[in-house]
């Protein structure tokens, strides 16, 4: 079955150190996304990337990292800079410029700090 | 600036009645309106969506109202079911960038037997 493969889908850290999630696809998309979602809030952008090995900032992109070496890979790094990392971690996915505008996604990875 | 601004925060219906949620978004280029659906612990999933070229889209028991004079869209869930009970985003986007969509804030609805 095709769709958005996020890992781990819980996940602990100590303050001050830095963690990485992974997202990975197979629906041969060429965009993918990074959301963060908070309780009561809307989903907010972290990061994007619409070709591989290019990504832009989203509107929260400060203490978090990316790369696209590969199309169906696109890992989130919460690094120890980023001041209120508990969320719900969202990867996303969509065809890309041509797209339709719809947005596939993972099921998500929650961080917590200790 | 929130550009898309959801409401009822929350919402409660009786199986068999209608659930109404609104969305207002602020800039004119928005071409996508998009709602997605997320049931607890899982990643949301697109319901139903509409361009504004329509003022009007039905899928079964979900419809989008679309005002673009006003800047408002809207989902109804007719004969609203226990399993319709979820989390509900609106969205709009602009199709060149599309997947770089502006959510609103939520809405929790909840279908009481």
């Known amino acids: 079955d095709g769709g958005i493969t996020q890992s781990p889908k819980y996940l602990f850290r100590k303050e001050g150190q830095n963690v990485t999630l992974s997202c990975e696809q197979n629906?041969?998309?060429?965009?993918m996304y990074w959301y963060r979602q908070d309780p009561g809030q809307g989903l907010r952008l972290i990061y994007y990337?619409?070709?591989?090995?290019?990504?832009q900032k989203g509107d929260i992109a400060e203490g978090y990292s990316v790369s696209r070496e590969k199309k169906e890979s696109f890992p989130l790094t919460v690094t120890s800079a980023q001041k209120n990392p508990t969320a719900f971690y969202l990867c996303?996915?969509?065809?890309?410029?041509?797209?339709?505008?719809?947005?596939?996604f993972g099921e998500g990875s929650r961080l917590t700090v200790l | 600036q929130q550009q898309v601004k959801q409401s009822p925060q929350s919402l409660i219906v009786q199986k068999g009645g209608i659930s109404i949620i609104n969305c207002a978004y602020e800039?004119?280029?928005?071409?996508?309106f998009p709602w997605y659906q997320q049931f607890p612990g899982k990643g949301p999933a697109l319901l139903i969506a509409?361009?504004?070229?329509?003022s009007e889209k039905k899928e079964g028991r979900f419809t989008i109202s679309f005002n673009k004079s006003a800047k408002q869209f809207s989902l109804h869930i007719m004969d609203s079911q226990p399993g319709d009970s979820a989390t509900y985003f609106c969205?709009?986007?602009?199709?060149?960038?599309?997947?770089?969509?502006?959510f609103g804030d939520g809405t929790t609805l909840t279908v009481k037997p």
């Open positions: 990337s619409q070709i591989v090995n290019d990504f």
């Open positions: 996303a996915s969509s065809w890309g410029r041509q797209n339709t505008g719809e947005l596939f």
């Open positions: 509409i361009r504004p070229d329509v």
């Open positions: 629906l041969n998309h060429d965009a």
């Open positions: 969205a709009a986007s602009r199709d060149t960038n599309a997947g770089k969509s502006t």
């Open positions: 800039n004119t280029a928005f071409d996508y």
